[in-house]
């Protein structure tokens, strides 16, 4: 079985519309800050590409230090699903993560196409780890995500429920697959 996600079949399939809203920010548009071209020795971009995310309220004027790292937080509406916030850490000079948190919980049976919307339609999405055993109300996955041009970034998708809070889902994405990431 192929588990690539093709986002334009996706997109026919489920007859998936993306409603791009213009103060709104994409995931698609995250990996784009964080993934640097594929002809760049680093994996990862610069401080300056998170600055121009659209959409972002950032909390400063430029990332701050916190202990031997540097992170940078900001609120953002995710396009299509609501109310979030973008964080970032790194080190002086590179972004090395970044999590994109919406504050609802994505169906778990309609990700592929959340994500096919979230995405530009020429990435490559590829499941690397399905659905754990034992999943029953919080669940996660983790994909390969290749945009056009760009380094290959790892995404760790995570829906949470709460019993006393409110669910939440998070993306969070690396330049290589995070070992923390475990069912």
């Known amino acids: 079985m192929n588990n690539s996600i093709l986002i334009p079949a996706l997109t ?7 409603n791009v809203s213009a103060g709104a920010t994409t995931l698609g548009d995250v990996a784009s800050a964080i993934a640097a071209p594929s002809s760049a ?3 990862t971009n610069d401080w300056t590409s998170f600055a121009k995310l659209k959409g972002v309220k950032w909390k400063g004027s430029a ?4 202990g ?3 992170y940078w937080n900001g609120d953002t509406t995710i396009d299509g699903l609501g109310r979030g916030e973008v964080a970032a850490t790194g080190s002086k000079t590179a972004v090395m993560t970044t999590t994109a948190s919406v504050f609802k919980l994505v169906d778990r049976n309609k ?10 339609k020429d990435a490559n999405l590829e499941v690397v780890r ?3 055993p034992d999943e029953r109300a919080s669940a996660s996955r983790i994909y390969r995500v290749t ?10 998708v995570q ?3 709460e019993d006393r809070a409110a669910s939440f889902t998070t993306f969070e994405m690396e330049p290589q697959r995070n070992k923390g990431w475990i069912c």
């Not at 990332?63 to 916190?66: E, L, R, V």
């Not at 990700?111 to 530009?120: D, G, I, K, S, T």
């Not at 945009?147 to 760790?156: A, D, E, F, Q």
């Open 12 to 18: 026919l399939a489920f007859g998936l519309v993306l």
């Open 41 to 43: 020795a680093q994996p």
């Open 63 to 66: 990332p701050a230090k916190g």
């Open 68 to 70: 031997n790292k540097y």
């Open 111 to 120: 990700l592929p196409q959340v994500l096919a919307a979230q995405f530009p």
């Open 130 to 132: 399905g659905a754990c």
């Open 147 to 156: 945009l056009p041009g760009r380094k290959t970034l790892y995404m760790h």
């Open 159 to 161: 829906m949470v429920v």
